[in-house]
């Protein structure tokens, strides 16, 4: 397995982007040159380089974001070839209808008709053989081997998340307790021996990785084989670390303080920091100026559905816990606090008005919050800001509550495309553990792919409150 901001990512998925990239490339060439099958003077201007790079870039990544979301490269619960095939026909056919609409925006990209049906012909079959293919090499692939060293919640915890991912290939050979023990197993987990004799369990089971789980290590950590074996090429990690790779977020009910301090990452440059500012201003005037027609379509549906102002405003803390004025399409009714007070907006809330559950769920209630960027007081990504009556009790209950104050909060973030709705304190506890990982791991690539996964979210619907 590999990491990619500091996430497991299935090799295997990796090698299907690529595989499959090249495989659209090379069907434009096919096809171009299958086009202009007697015409070499033809197919030598069509595939000039100062046009046909850029034609092809587009079709390369309309037709790879297509793929990824019909969930063609998430292999959790891999889907039989069958279903597969099914999924790339539908892909290539939503590939089709976008790369019109672009092609109707910007003319210059467009492919002819000609090539283009024969390329994404020629991806359709390649891309077929080559998953019915690689789905029996995967068969013959051996599956890399974890022992935990603990034996307590931690560990087993470890396990299972590890249970959740067979996307990754890797097999739990069991855990090994810390000190002698008489247990078999613990939760379903085997226990296969003692720390003493790690060296020996990990010759025997064939081990190519340790997760060191022990909640107490004092005297407890074999630290001196621990080293022999990290020098013979055996991965050895934290359990903290680990299930923050597996999970995507960092778990604050066993991280200790010095994780923080010093594990890698919470790295912000000047140069990340002036560009992420700069691309949030941009990015903002460009929302607003594009969604202009869809925000007066949406004021006229607010007006006609209820009575009451069209915006919402609200105050929010933000970057080193200044205060500011959120701005929001109103999707409730105009005295939902009235008599209630301040409390958290449930998944079923009778306070949201018809107009209301349609913005929530394709997240147009937050187009407003452009203005935001614009005036620095959000960022296009990163924790969604909260209201400070909530603020106080929280970083009362929750340690680290403040350190997402370090940063401007988020149109979208993290927590909000891996975590469903909040709606309690526990929800907000488990979206600062996302939150942590977005901090540690914060970079304009992490950014990017954030809001790849908002725009699923947003076209289909999934996740919106």
């Known amino acids: 397995m590999v990491q990619v901001l500091n996430r497991y990512i299935a090799p295997k998925a990796l090698l299907l982007v690529a595989i499959e990239g090249f495989l659209v490339v090379f069907s434009l060439m096919f096809a171009a040159k299958l086009r202009f099958w007697q015409d070499p003077e033809g197919f030598a201007r069509y595939t000039e380089p100062s046009s046909f790079v850029l034609q092809a870039l587009t079709v390369l990544i309309t037709l790879v974001m297509c793929f990824y979301y019909n969930d063609l490269y998430d292999l959790r619960g891999f889907r039989i070839l069958r279903e597969q095939l099914l999924s790339v026909g539908q892909a290539l056919g939503a590939g089709c209808i976008l790369l019109a609409a672009i092609y109707f925006l910007i003319p210059g990209l467009l492919v002819s008709r000609g090539v283009l049906f024969i390329a994404i012909g020629t991806v359709f079959s390649a891309v077929s053989l080559t998953r019915a293919g690689l789905s029996r090499v995967w068969r013959l692939t ?73 909640e107490d290590r004092r005297g407890a950590l074999p630290s001196r084989d621990l080293v022999r074996l990290r020098v013979q090429g055996i991965e050895v990690e934290e359990a903290d670390s680990t299930l923050a790779a597996l999970t995507g977020r960092i778990w604050l009910a066993s991280v200790r303080p010095s994780w923080f301090v010093f594990s890698g990452g919470f790295k912000r440059s000047t140069v990340t920091v002036v560009l992420k500012r700069a691309i949030d201003l941009a990015s903002g005037i460009l929302g607003l100026a594009l969604s202009a027609p869809l925000m007066v379509l949406v004021a006229i549906a607010i007006r006609l559905d209820s009575k009451g102002p069209i915006f919402y405003r609200q105050i929010r803390v933000g970057l080193a816990d200044r205060e500011f004025e959120i701005l929001k399409f109103r999707s409730m009714c105009t005295e939902a606090e009235a008599d209630s007070g301040p409390q958290w907006s449930q998944l079923a809330d009778d306070r949201i008005t018809r107009v209301g559950r349609f913005l929530r769920k394709y997240r147009l209630d937050e187009l407003p919050q452009f203005i935001n960027m614009i005036r620095g007081e959000m960022s296009l ?32 973030g993290w927590a909000q495309v891996e975590y469903k709705y909040g709606s309690s304190r526990e929800d907000a506890y488990r979206k600062l553990e996302y939150d ?12 990017a792919a954030i809001l790849i996964r908002t725009v699923r979210i947003v076209l289909f619907g999934h996740g919106g409150r």
């Open 436 to 447: 942590m990982f977005y901090l540690k791991n914060m970079s304009l690539f992490f950014d």
């Open 381 to 412: 990504v990163g924790p969604r800001p909260e209201r400070p009556v909530f603020v106080d009790q929280l970083r009362e209950e929750i340690l680290f509550y403040d350190e997402r104050h370090s940063v401007r909060p988020g149109v979208t």
């Open 142 to 214: 051996g599956e890399s081997k974890v022992l935990i060293l603990g034996d307590g919640n931690l560990a087993v915890t470890v396990a299972q998340e590890f249970s959740k991912r067979d996307d990754l290939d890797i097999r739990v050979v069991g855990l090994v307790a810390p000190g002698e023990t008489n247990s078999v197993e613990i939760f379903g987990h085997p226990i296969v021996g003692s720390a003493s004799h790690l060296p020996e369990l990990v010759r025997e089971h064939g081990i190519s990785r340790i997760v060191v789980a022990i």
